[in-house]
């Protein structure tokens, strides 16, 4: 059937769900439906696709890790200047750290074997290749599977709640 985002009362979004789950924090009360996707469990009752919580829930920052899975994640497992989604794929400094560049979220991108050694230690301007998206820190980790998801087409509908995807 599918899998349902979950937003806080804010509207934040704090994770995706079973449907079944779902079903069952509408049925307890805790929780009303926002988003459905025009099927029903019963003739009355639309299954869900985005639901939020009557009260909000406390969630503790937790920052994620910068690692070379993280990254490729983030990126889409692609060369972020020219594309390629094979598997020789690095990771590249924007910034070379010959120059004082160091290791951040805004600094790291994935590059092919190609682009990485065409742009050697020089910046993407001074190279000539600019970034196909800016390098930046994921918002939290629910970001890498929303992500996965709208990039599926399944849950378009998600997109209104979710910033920066």
């Known amino acids: ?31 009303e439906r926002v988003e459905h996707n025009g099927k029903f469990l019963y003739s009355d009752f639309p299954l869900p696709t985005v639901i939020r919580l009557r009260h909000y ?3 503790p920052y937790k920052e994620i890790p910068l690692t070379r899975r993280n990254i490729l994640h983030r990126d889409g497992h692609a060369c972020q200047y020219c594309g390629y989604t094979g598997d020789e794929l690095t990771l590249d400094h924007v910034i070379p750290r010959s120059r004082g ?22 910046t993407p301007n001074e190279a000539h290749m600019p970034l196909r998206h800016p390098p930046r820190q994921p918002y ?26």
């Open 101 to 122: 560049g160091g290791d951040s979220w805004e600094n790291i991108v994935t590059a092919c074997v190609r682009c990485n050694v065409k742009k050697g230690s020089r």
């Open 1 to 31: 059937m599918g899998k349902v985002l979950v937003l806080n009362a804010s509207y934040e979004p704090l994770n995706i769900t079973s449907w079944r789950r779902a079903v069952v924090l509408l049925i307890k009360g805790k929780a």
């Open 57 to 59: 829930v406390r969630v």
């Open 140 to 165: 939290s980790s629910l970001y890498f599977e929303v992500s996965k998801h709208l990039k599926s087409g399944l849950h378009t509908e998600w997109q209104k709640y979710v910033i920066g995807l």
